[in-house]
C-alpha cells in the first residue's frame, strides 16, 4: 500500500513526506504538495474586516470516521486521475499561528495529475472530512463556521466531467 | 444502550446533556432523541435542529428517521471546518 492516511497530533515533515513519495518508484515523474499553515488574523464571519488576532486554533475530529472519509477521498482521487501515490496528513489539538495543519501530496507520471488531484484532496478534505475548528484569539473562544467558498469548491469536482 | 456523541460546538452546548441512553425504545431513531432533548436541553435540542447538523450511527452518515438498536452510537455533526 503507497498510500499514507494520518490524523495526528505530532508535527509531520514536509522534507521527509516528499522524499517518501519520491522513492515510492521510478514511474513517479511529478510530485505535488501543499501545506496548510495556521493564519495569525481570522475574521469573524459577516465581519470581514474586523480581523482578531490569534493565540492558538483547537482541531478536534472524530476518531475512527475521520479515517474512513479521508481513506474514501484518497480512493475517489485514485479513481478518477491515474496517481502513484498520495498523502494527507491532519493535525490535532492545539496549533498556534505558523503552525503546519494540513498535508496533502500526490505522487504520479505526470503533473496535471497530481496537481488537479491535489486540489481535489484539499477541496474534499475541507468540506467532508470530520474536522472541527475552535479558535482562541484576543482571549475569547469561538467555533469557526464553515465557508460557503470551501462548499462551492468542493461542488466544483463533481459538475466537471471526467478529465 | 447507545452512546451519545456531540462535536464540535455540539460539544460545548452538551456538556449537561447524557452520554448514552440507557433504555432503548423499540422505535427509537435519531429524530425521537433530539427532540426528547427538547424539556431538558433547550438550547442544545435547537442547536441540533439547525439544517446543516448531520447525524452519523455507526460512524456512518445516516437520516433523521433511521432506526436505532442496542449498541449504537449516534453522534451529532455540526458543519465540518477541517483543512
Given at each position: ?5 494520518c ?9 521527509d ?5 519520491r522513492?515510492?518508484n ?5 510530485v505535488v ?26 482541531l478536534?475530529h472524530?476518531p ?6 479521508l481513506?474514501?477521498?484518497?480512493m475517489?482521487?485514485k479513481a478518477?486521475w ?5 498523502t494527507?496528513?491532519?493535525r490535532?489539538?492545539?496549533l498556534?499561528?505558523?503552525d503546519?495543519?494540513v ?5 504520479s507520471e505526470h503533473?496535471?495529475?497530481a ?8 477541496d474534499?478534505?475541507?468540506?467532508k ?19 460557503s ?9 463533481s459538475?466537471?466531467?471526467?478529465d | ?10 460539544g460545548?452546548l ?9 433504555s ?17 436541553h433547550?438550547e442544545?435540542?435547537?442547536?441540533l435542529?439547525?439544517?446543516?447538523v448531520?447525524v ?24 465540518v471546518?477541517g483543512?
Amino acid at each position: 500500500m503507497s498510500d499514507l492516511v494520518c490524523v495526528q497530533a505530532d508535527d509531520f515533515s514536509l522534507a521527509d513526506e516528499y522524499q517518501r513519495l519520491r522513492n515510492i518508484n521510478a514511474q513517479v515523474g511529478a510530485v505535488v504538495t501543499f501545506c496548510g499553515l495556521v493564519r495569525d488574523f481570522e475574521s469573524s464571519a459577516g465581519e470581514p474586516k474586523s480581523k482578531k488576532l490569534v493565540n492558538y486554533l483547537t482541531l478536534q475530529h472524530y476518531p475512527g470516521m475521520t479515517e474512513t472519509l479521508l481513506d474514501d477521498i484518497v480512493m475517489q482521487a485514485k479513481a478518477r486521475w491515474d496517481l502513484v501515490a498520495v498523502t494527507v496528513i491532519h493535525r490535532i489539538g492545539n496549533l498556534a499561528p505558523n503552525d503546519q495543519i494540513v498535508f496533502v501530496g500526490v505522487a504520479s507520471e505526470h503533473r496535471k495529475a497530481a496537481f488537479d488531484a491535489a486540489q481535489f484532496l484539499m477541496d474534499y478534505l475541507k468540506t467532508k472530512a470530520t474536522f472541527w475548528k475552535k479558535l482562541t484569539a484576543e482571549g475569547s473562544e469561538q467555533w469557526l463556521d464553515a465557508k460557503s467558498s470551501d462548499s462551492d469548491a468542493a461542488a466544483k469536482w463533481s459538475e466537471d466531467s471526467h478529465d | 444502550m447507545i452512546n451519545l456523541l456531540f462535536f464540535g460546538r455540539l460539544g460545548d452546548l452538551a456538556k449537561d446533556a447524557p452520554t448514552c441512553i440507557a433504555s432503548l425504545e423499540s422505535d427509537a431513531t435519531p429524530l425521537g432523541i433530539r427532540q426528547m432533548m427538547k424539556a431538558d436541553h433547550p438550547e442544545l435540542s435547537k442547536a441540533l435542529s439547525e439544517p446543516q447538523v448531520l447525524v452519523s450511527v455507526n460512524k456512518m452518515i445516516v437520516k433523521w428517521d433511521q432506526p436505532l438498536f442496542e449498541g449504537d452510537e449516534l453522534a451529532f455533526l455540526p458543519p465540518v471546518t477541517g483543512g
